[in-house]
């Protein structure tokens, strides 16, 4: 089964556009959950221009499913990170004043690196994940990191597949087999939505989990977030 876990950091951007604590990041994190999402992601980036250290921890008590914590590995998201054990840390090399995740790791080139930072958080019982492009010598570096899973960088694909390029799933079919082969758990994610769901997750065998929030907080402005929530986990049966 694939799992939903929701992204909340736009409702973070919205809060802390008036200063104040509405919406409530908390409080919307309970909801999705008790609406069926199955986790809650958090990036806490190193400007808090949306979801903050603060956030990060006032969560930790209140996500009974799963809480998946993004960032760049600097040594205050790694302290945090320790702090608040989240049940995934995901691995992602943005930049400080990136406007969004715009690429997954070098496996290859920051192997040592890598494989110190999984080790950490891996002896602290923390699940790990790397934020990687669908190349398969990154995966393969992936695994010798010895981290758990991959999170599959999904731009590339949402992006073609918004123009009618069905055929940009092809390179992430082929990294969900090789992650397969070789035994690394398969997660994905960035730019995933309604309109793309279904097709990327029946074109990805093993996929474990999705991690999903500007399409969605946007989508649920329309439609409402229960039932944008259950309309996700209805496409990812
Ligand atoms: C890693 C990933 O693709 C998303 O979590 C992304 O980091 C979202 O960040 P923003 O919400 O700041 O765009
Ligand atoms: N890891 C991807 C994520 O958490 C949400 O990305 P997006 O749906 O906001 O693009």
């Known amino acids: 089964m694939t799992k939903l876990s929701v992204n909340i950091n736009k409702i973070a951007t919205l809060r802390n556009s008036r200063g104040g604590n509405t919406p409530n990041v908390v409080q919307f994190a309970k909801d999705v959950q008790r609406f069926g999402a199955q986790g809650v992601t ?4 190193p400007d808090e221009r949306h979801i903050r250290y603060q956030d990060t921890r006032d969560l930790k008590p209140e996500v009974y499913t799963e809480f998946n914590v993004e960032g ?4 205050s998201f790694m302290d945090l990170v320790l702090e608040v054990k989240p049940t995934q840390v995901t691995l992602v090399p943005d930049a400080v004043d990136a406007l969004t995740s715009n690429a997954g790791w070098d496996t290859i080139k920051h192997k040592d690196f890598l494989t110190e930072v999984i080790q950490e958080f891996n002896s602290h ?3 790990t994940s790397i934020f990687v492009d669908p190349v398969l010598e990154m995966i393969e570096g992936a ?3 010895g981290a758990d899973r991959i ?3 999904t731009e590339s694909f949402a992006h073609q597949y918004s123009l009618g390029n069905e055929k940009a799933i092809i390179p992430f079919t082929e990294a969900a087999e090789l992650s397969n082969e070789i035994g690394i758990g398969i997660n994905a994610g960035h730019d995933l939505s309604l309109d793309n769901i279904k097709f990327f997750k029946d074109n990805i065998p093993g996929l474990l989990e999705v991690s999903i929030g500007h399409a969605l907080i946007a989508e649920s402005l329309y439609l409402g977030i229960e039932n ?3 309309m996700y986990l ?4």
């Open 151 to 153: 999170e599959l960088y």
């Open 125 to 127: 019982g923390i699940r």
């Open 234 to 237: 209805q496409r990812l049966k």
């Open 143 to 145: 695994k010798l990191t």
């Open 72 to 75: 760049n590995p600097i040594k």
């Open 228 to 230: 944008v929530v259950q």
């Open 42 to 45: 958090v990036h806490p980036r």
